[in-house]
Nanobody, 128 residues
């Protein structure tokens, strides 16, 4: 079974940028949906972004639209979340996840239940 490992989290000041990585143990992102979720302090885990297999389309949660981008490098079996113009409200543990489903739309892609493999999470802290 594929495993996902996130990295790239850390501490940054407001307005700064970070790039998170999600490394898969095998060829994954050319075939499956990959999404990023986050869990902010004292809140439930929430959807951030999704990319369809092989980068066919992407979708972002409203609060990160225009600030975050999602990409994949199939040669490295790695997905990325580039985060810019960070604010303290972006402070969270960020998770990548893979869906087993061949077809999701921008609504169904936002539900955690549609993902069967998760990374361990990486902490992002944004200070004001």
């Amino acid at each position: 079974q594929v495993q996902l490992v996130e990295s790239g989290g850390g501490s940054v000041q407001a307005g700064g940028s970070l790039r998170l990585s999600c490394a898969a143990s095998e060829d994954t992102f050319s075939r499956y949906f990959v999404a990023w979720f986050r869990q902010r302090p004292e809140l439930r885990r929430e959807f951030v972004s999704v990319m369809a297999p092989d980068g066919a389309w992407t979708y972002f949660e409203d609060s990160v639209e225009g600030r975050f981008t999602i990409s994949i490098d199939n040669a490295k079996n790695t997905a990325y979340l580039q985060m810019s113009s960070l604010t303290p409200e972006d402070t969270a543990v960020y998770y990548c996840a893979k869906s087993p489903w061949a077809s999701l739309n921008y609504l169904t892609a936002q539900f955690e239940a549609n993902y069967d493999t998760w990374g361990q999470g990486t902490q992002v802290t944004v200070s004001s």
